[in-house]
């Protein structure tokens, strides 16, 4: 079946712009992650849904960063007001379980 | 907090050969840990997963790891190493909150294949 989608897989923008990062998840899957990774680095936890509710926000950096995901199913993480330190592959992910997460190919963000 | 450690960054093996990537963790209690790999422009594909019983635990591609408590380790393993096997790795450890499942990765360790 269709694994996890997220779009753009590449997004230039410049410094000051607010985007938008769009994940669809595994049809039928619970809980959906957002997470971010820089160059050379692992991904960083960002934010977590349990169908629309937002159960855990601890890793957004600071108030630019938002997330929602309003019917369950699709979620949307903005980030405002771009910096340079934006810049990073930012990647989603679900799980049906609570337990294995699948991940999506990623959206490259680059801000200039 | 919870940490994982991975001390290799690169790692270079010859075809064929055997493999091991190591990971340690730092976590209050048993944790759920995972490995997965990363493909040049793809997303990361879980290849194993530990959460009780068995130390040993098999996974795709003809990998495995082995949980050691008394080491915090869970080192990937694998017999042969296949050119497509080159990748970057990353270690996981899952927190448990809310019901979800907060993973904290590793700083990787890319490996390359000599043919």
């Known amino acids: 079946g269709a694994g996890v989608s997220q779009s753009p897989r590449y997004k230039v923008t410049k410094r000051g712009q607010d985007v938008a990062l769009r994940c669809d998840p595994i049809?039928?899957?619970?809980?959906l992650y957002w997470y971010r990774q820089a160059l050379g680095q692992g991904p960083e936890f960002l934010t977590y849904f349990n169908y629309e509710a937002q159960q855990d926000k601890s890793g957004l950096p600071n108030d630019r960063f938002s997330a929602e995901r309003p019917e369950g199913s699709i979620s949307t993480l903005t980030i405002q007001r771009t910096e340079q330190r934006d810049s990073a592959m930012y990647r989603c992910?679900?799980?049906?379980?609570?337990?294995?997460?699948?991940f999506g190919p990623g959206t490259r963000l680059t801000v200039t | 907090a919870q940490s994982v450690t991975q001390p290799d960054i690169h790692i270079t093996v010859s075809e064929g050969a055997s493999l091991e990537l190591r990971c340690n963790y730092s976590y209050g209690a048993t944790p759920y840990l995972f490995w997965y790999v990363q493909s040049p422009g793809q997303g990361l594909q879980l290849l194993l997963k530990?959460?009780?019983?068995?130390?040993l635990v098999q996974g795709i591609k003809g990998f495995e790891a082995e949980f050691k408590r008394s080491q915090s380790s869970f080192n990937l393993r694998k017999p042969s190493v296949h050119w497509s096997d080159a990748a970057e790795y990353f270690c996981?450890?899952?927190?448990?909150?809310?019901?979800?499942?907060?993973?904290?990765f590793g700083t990787g360790t890319q490996l390359k294949v000599e043919l």
């Open positions: 996981a450890v899952a927190l448990l909150t809310g019901g979800g499942n907060k993973l904290t």
């Open positions: 530990y959460f009780s019983g068995d130390t």
């Open positions: 992910a679900s799980s049906s379980s609570g337990y294995e997460q699948y």
């Open positions: 049809s039928g899957h619970v809980s």
